[in-house]
């Protein structure tokens, strides 16, 4: 199977005691084949060109939804992200993009 682009870091966040969590630039419509908690083996590959390889769990977030009227009734937006299980990976700086070579551990 040829490696695929899970998503391209737009913020990151360090939760202590779990890892990191990866929220991508757009939607993740490959993360969503997979069933919330799913673990990937995964590729990080940082702007400054190093990479490593990680364990990560397929994660749910929502947040609130940007709308263009401010008379709207409030609306959330959920998208799947990356929680990144390594106390190796402390930070993913915006442009990360995180690839996923196929394996998956589905239990």
């Known amino acids: 199977m040829t490696s695929?682009?899970?998503l391209?870091?737009?913020?990151?966040?360090?939760?202590?005691?779990?890892?990191?969590l990866a929220i991508g630039q757009?939607?993740?419509?490959?993360?969503?084949?997979?069933?919330?908690?799913?673990?990937l083996e995964v590729h990080v590959h940082f702007?400054?060109?190093h990479h490593k390889m990680v364990v990560a769990s397929v994660?749910?977030?929502?947040?609130?939804?940007?709308?263009a009227s401010p008379n709207a009734?409030?609306?959330?937006?959920t998208d799947a992200v990356l929680l990144l299980e390594s106390d190796v990976v402390t930070d993913l700086?915006?442009?990360?993009?995180?690839?996923?070579?196929g394996?998956?551990?589905?239990?």
């Open 103 to 107: 394996e998956a551990d589905l239990l």
């Open 47 to 49: 702007p400054d060109g």
């Open 93 to 101: 700086p915006p442009g990360t993009e995180i690839w996923w070579s």
């Open 73 to 77: 009734e409030p609306a959330t937006q």
């Open 8 to 20: 391209t870091v737009a913020e990151s966040y360090r939760l202590t005691g779990l890892g990191v």
């Open 26 to 39: 757009h939607p993740a419509p490959v993360l969503q084949q997979f069933a919330l908690h799913t673990k």
């Open 59 to 67: 994660e749910e977030m929502s947040r609130p939804a940007n709308t």
């Open 4 to 6: 695929q682009l899970l």
